[in-house]
């Protein structure tokens, strides 16, 4: 029976272990907020606004919008999908920025579990984005992020 239950188990051992999906891409999937960027000229990052948030489902659908004072607007939606450890595509439906979509690759590098930096090319020129992971729930930047000052809310009457 021992010798049995050791060549099962030698057998299906291989089998899950090859079968799981790497554990690496699981970090991607959530909310993403962009933090800096380096456009060809610039010789270093520069931080940006916040307001402008990636969301990554785990079913590989993709939405980038952005949060205003005034509200907030979805810039583009679509797909993405993991070509490499270092690379992903990114495959837009509808974008207001890009009248005319497509695939477009996009370079990865984690710098950790909650940043991640993307590397784009136009017109041959890289272009570089730092993103930010954010944690959502009680007293974090996602509600800050939506609510406007406190000056400007109306109070809330029964």
Not at 133 to 147: C, D, E, Q, R, S
Request: charged residues 20%; glycine residues 6%; positive net charge.
């Amino acid at each position: 029976m021992k010798k049995k239950t050791f060549f099962i188990t030698l057998f299906f051992f291989p089998i899950l272990v090859f079968s799981q999906k790497p554990k690496e891409k699981n970090f991607f999937v959530g909310l993403w907020e962009l933090k800096e960027v380096k456009q060809p000229n610039m010789s270093e990052f520069m931080k940006v606004p916040p307001g402008t948030f990636k969301l990554f489902s785990g079913d590989k659908e993709l939405t980038i919008f952005q949060v205003r004072q005034g509200g907030s607007i979805i810039t583009a939606y679509g797909k993405y999908d993991f070509l490499t450890d270092t690379s992903y595509l990114e495959n837009l439906d509808s974008s207001i920025y890009f009248p005319e979509t497509k695939p477009g690759t996009l370079g990865l590098r984690k710098i950790n579990q909650n940043r991640y930096e993307s590397t784009y090319y136009s017109n041959g020129y890289p272009f570089k984005e730092i993103w930010g992971k954010v944690f959502y729930g009680t007293n974090t930047k996602m509600n800050v992020a939506i609510l406007p000052p406190k000056q400007q809310r109306s109070p809330i009457t029964n």
